[in-house]
């Protein structure tokens, strides 16, 4: 519902998830958004994707007021990585190491971006997440039972289902 807009998505899968966990941009040490390999998409013409998807990030970041304009080359290389797979996946791996490290606090998975749904409606499918690690949160850790989960899939399935109908 955020829109096919480049910036409403990253809004969306970034700055809004951190803003109602209490968290500012910069509070997050690696983003891992598409990941594409720099080598293939800059001679097919389709640009650095990795560091434009970066940009997106620090810009908002900027307009947010988090970080002056002068930081986005800074952010882009703290926060960002180099490209491999349009994903953001392959990054849990690595982000759990540097966790256990303690060399990070908390890491930015990223899935954005249906071509072909895009073309098709205009519109733009994503999900994100937040890794991390111990001590890292805001508050203390609370249990959720697996009724809990069972209980919020349904709401979310439901409300999924009320909007197909009114479409």
Request: aromatic letters at 4%.
């Amino acid at each position: 519902g955020a829109g096919a807009a480049p910036q409403a998505i990253t809004s969306a899968l970034t700055f809004e998830p951190l803003q109602k966990a209490g968290l500012k941009m910069t509070d997050v040490d690696k983003y891992a958004p598409e990941l594409h390999n720099a080598e293939i998409t800059l001679p097919a013409g389709a640009g650095n994707v990795p560091e434009a998807n970066y940009k997106m990030i620090a810009a908002l970041s900027v307009m947010k007021g988090q970080i002056e304009r002068a930081d986005i080359p800074k952010f882009v290389a703290e926060r960002g990585m180099p490209g491999f797979i349009p994903s953001g996946v392959p990054y849990i791996g690595h982000a759990l190491e540097a966790l256990k490290a303690g060399t990070i606090k908390r890491a930015m998975i990223i899935g954005k971006g249906s071509l072909f749904l895009g073309r098709l409606t205009n519109l733009a499918d994503g999900a994100s997440f937040i890794m991390e690690g111990p001590g890292a949160g805001t508050e203390p850790a609370q249990g959720v039972s697996q009724s809990d989960v069972t209980e919020m899939l349904l709401a979310a399935l439901s409300d999924v289902a009320a909007n197909l109908q009114k479409g």
